[in-house]
């Protein structure tokens, strides 16, 4: 069965530090994959999502970045995290056209 | 653009009983998906039921099942014999059939179910 990784789970950050999140996906090959940003009491929006390795679409402009250098890994970066960087993000992957998307268990980022 | 309404923040609901949760969508696609998804206290996002739109029979899956209504554009969520743990943040969401990339999210209805 698939199954979708997270880390780390939770994270403290200063203002103007690095910011690296992780997500692995296992049992499944070429599986799209999503970055989403929850803040507090709301709904979910979409950052970036892959096709593929070393395909990434933004869907909004901000100061983070995101990478695919294999597979099964999704990455979100930031060289310089901002207050309003703080929030729970989600990775998801899907399996295609008409697949629903599954839930990593989401990093809750704090910016200080 | 397609949007996603849930006009009710939070719902209460007694244990045992049934809730039904609303979820309004607005597009001009004709093939889509619909989803709910359930998202505890621990956040975890959980699929609780999909609906595909060219299909008129309303998804079921146990306790949980949907009125889909694609003239009125609804999909709303009833959930039967209500437990404890159906406490949750529940999202409608909406998704191309040509686009799966483009899932769009509710703002989310906080359903507590009490003893």
């Known amino acids: 069965s698939q199954t979708i990784h997270q880390w780390p789970a939770t994270l403290v950050q200063p203002v103007g530090s690095p910011l690296s999140l992780e997500c692995t996906v296992e049992g499944t090959s070429n599986p799209n994959l999503y970055w989403y940003r929850q803040a507090a009491g709301r709904g979910l929006q979409l950052l970036f999502y892959s096709v593929g390795i070393g395909q990434i679409s933004s869907e909004v402009p901000q100061n983070l970045s995101a990478s695919r250098p294999q597979d099964r890994q999704f990455i979100l970066s930031s060289k310089k995290l901002l207050l309003s960087d703080s929030g729970f993000y989600l990775c998801a992957w899907s399996g295609g056209v008409g697949y629903e998307q599954y839930f990593g268990p989401g990093t809750r980022l704090t910016v200080t | ?115």
């Open chain 2, 1 to 115: 653009a397609q949007t996603v309404t849930q006009s009710q923040p939070e719902m209460s609901v007694q244990e045992a009983e049934t809730v039904t949760l609303s979820c309004t969508y607005d597009t001009s696609e004709n093939n889509y998906y619909l989803f709910w998804y359930k998202q505890p206290p621990s956040r975890q996002m959980i699929l609780v039921i999909r609906q595909e739109a060219y299909k008129q029979q309303n998804a079921t899956e146990n306790r949980f099942s949907v009125n889909f209504q694609k003239a009125a554009k609804s999909f709303s969520l009833k959930i039967s014999d209500s437990q404890l743990g159906d406490t949750a943040m529940y999202f409608c969401a909406f998704m191309k059939h040509v686009n799966n990339n483009d899932m769009r999210f509710g703002a989310g209805t906080r359903l507590t179910v009490k003893p």
